[in-house]
């Protein structure tokens, strides 16, 4: 089962990994806070206790001499049993008096001085934090220098740093509990406008194409824009689809009603040669109902936006003397002049062959219906151009865009559709091929050019031949 996405779980996953890297850095600090602070308070009682030690050092019977007070000690015991040592050592090195044997301060004399200097030490297999200071006598007679070196275990500083820790963690806890529940409140507040939205896409009626109209933040109101421009554009289409349905079902109309019309009346003759007058003309009218019909259903699928036909490598020669040679007897007896002027070696497209011979089949249609004598298809290269050239009345400069409309006819014509330019913009859009249309002779305005011109193929690595 595949779980959908949310954007409510989204936006709070992208707002508390980040809170979570910073609430762990929080911690971490926390920590070493909370190890600092107990460090600091215990070293003071390291420093008051090698204080109390080294007051109590005198000279006596030639040599250092120490009667040690319980409290200097005591100071440095708390509930969590510390292990307490101390020494106390004279300039050579010798120790005094202690109860273990510490290391001492291994600074230069002159960086001495009545100053505790802290460090942590391992000793028998247990951590200690010792404190060596550098001392001298008070009597004015000896000036002698000793160290009272003074250590315990961790276990109080371990103790009193996780409790200060908790204290941090429980208050952290607290914390990010309120934010979790604040940011779930305000992200649902702020996707709030998302579901007004959602919901009025969902209670609109489907044949609807107005535009929405519903206050939103800035963000969502590029969205609605967004919607409405594509509702925009879905009711041209829909206009244009009317449109076209009801021009197609009018030029349908004339021919199926004149061949009802047609049949009724020969139904009430009774003399053959009306009746084989009349299945003639219901034979011409069928195959105009028939064109029509496939030149629509072409049409409409090349208006299609989902239609993307795969384009493969197409040589023009070949289309274009397919085309002439299957157009070349209907010509004939119409007495036009169909003639080919290809190029010398291969012209390769992209396109599709069956789509490109429809384009000249409308091209060669259009120019013997509209009274063209003599008409050329040719093939140019640089860039590749297929084309027909007809010398019949040509289209006015302001007439030429309007006839790349379905069902636009220049002129009247019975036989005419109207789609033969239409299906060829179409054809060349499909191919990424610009059409052009232009006067054969530009002085007289008379005659017909229909170019399109295609984008240069890839290269091939294989050769090629027509």
């Known amino acids: 089962m595949t779980i959908r996405d949310s954007l409510h779980r989204r936006l709070l996953t992208w707002i508390l990994v980040p809170m979570l890297a910073v609430g762990s850095l929080v911690l971490w600090q926390a920590w070493t806070d909370a190890r600092r602070t107990a460090d600091t308070a215990f070293d003071r009682l390291l420093e008051a206790a090698s204080l109390a030690i080294s007051e109590q050092v005198q000279w006596q019977d030639g040599q250092l001499w120490l009667d040690l007070p319980p409290a200097a000690l005591e100071m440095l015991a708390t509930q969590n049993d510390e ?27 002159q960086q001495g001085g009545d100053t505790l200097w802290y460090r942590d030490i391992q000793l028998q297999g247990m951590s200690l934090r010792q404190g060596v200071r550098r001392s001298r006598l008070e009597d004015w007679r000896f000036r002698d220098v000793f160290e009272v070196r003074v250590a315990h275990t961790r276990e109080g500083r ?19 509990v309120l934010t979790l529940a ?25 044949r609807t194409l107005q535009p929405l109209e519903l206050p939103l933040p800035r963000e969502l109101a590029e969205l609605r824009d967004t919607l409405n421009e594509l509702l925009a554009r879905m009711r ?62 072409s049409l409409t699928r090349l208006d299609n ?6 384009l493969v490598r197409t040589d023009l020669n070949v289309i274009a003397r397919e085309a002439v040679r299957e157009h070349w007897q209907r010509c004939q007896r119409q007495a036009v002049d169909l003639g080919l002027e290809a190029s010398d070696h291969a012209v390769w497209v992209m396109g599709l062959d069956w789509q490109l011979a429809e384009a000249l089949a409308n091209l060669i249609d259009n ?21 027909v050239e007809d010398d019949g009345p040509g289209i006015p400069a302001e007439h030429r865009l309007l006839s790349l409309r379905p069902f636009h006819r220049g002129q009247q014509d019975d036989d005419g559709s109207g ?15 610009r059409l052009s249309l232009a006067a054969t002779i530009p002085s007289s305005q008379r005659g017909l050019i229909v170019s399109l011109t295609f984008p240069e193929p890839p290269p091939c690595n294989t050769a090629e031949n027509p």
Not at 158 to 176: G, I, T
Not at 183 to 205: E, G, H, K, N, V
Not at 238 to 259: C, M, V, W, Y
Request: charged share 20%; with cysteine.
């Open 83 to 109: 292990r307490v040592f101390y020494a106390v050592v004279d300039v050579q090195g010798h120790q005094v008096t202690g109860n273990a044997s510490l290391p001492g301060d291994p600074r230069p004399d």
């Open 182 to 206: 604040a940011l779930i409140i305000a992200i649902r507040f702020a996707l709030a406008p998302l579901t007004r939205l959602r919901r009025q896409i969902r209670a609109r009626d489907p």
């Open 158 to 176: 371990d103790a009193l740093s996780w409790a200060l820790f908790r204290q941090s963690l429980a208050y952290l806890l607290a914390l990010a």
């Open 305 to 310: 936006p989902e239609y993307q036909p795969e």
């Open 367 to 387: 120019a013997c219906r509209y009274g063209a004598r003599q008409v050329t298809v040719k093939v140019t290269t640089e860039p590749p151009c297929l084309a």
């Open 419 to 433: 789609l033969g330019l239409a299906i060829v913009d179409g054809i060349a859009r499909t191919h990424g091929a």
């Open 236 to 297: 041209r289409v829909k206009a244009n689809q009317e449109r076209f349905i009801g021009d197609a079902s009018h030029q349908l109309r004339t021919p199926l009603s004149g061949l009802s019309a047609r049949a009724e009346l020969a139904l009430r003759q009774n003399n053959p040669e009306l009746w084989r007058e009349a299945l003639e003309t219901m034979q011409a009218t069928s195959t105009r109902a028939s064109r029509l019909a496939i030149q629509l259903l």
